[in-house]
């Protein structure tokens, strides 16, 4: 994992519902799955952001 850009770490044996989460995220068109590998990777859209800063 590059640790030069902004990130989050989040472990799904600590979460267990982590994963639906991601998944609904992915079907409202916030995040997108970019894993290159075997350790997943998600990209946050600005749209999911801008979501948050005004809740």
Not at 23 to 51: H, S
Request: net charge negative; with cysteine.
């Amino acid at each position: 994992m590059n640790k030069s850009e902004p990130s989050f770490e989040y472990h799904t044996d600590i979460h267990p519902e982590l994963n639906a989460a991601i998944l609904y995220m992915q079907d409202l068109g916030y995040i997108e799955d970019i894993t290159p590998k075997n350790c997943p990777k998600y990209q946050f859209y600005e749209q999911f952001y801008d979501l948050l800063k005004n809740a």
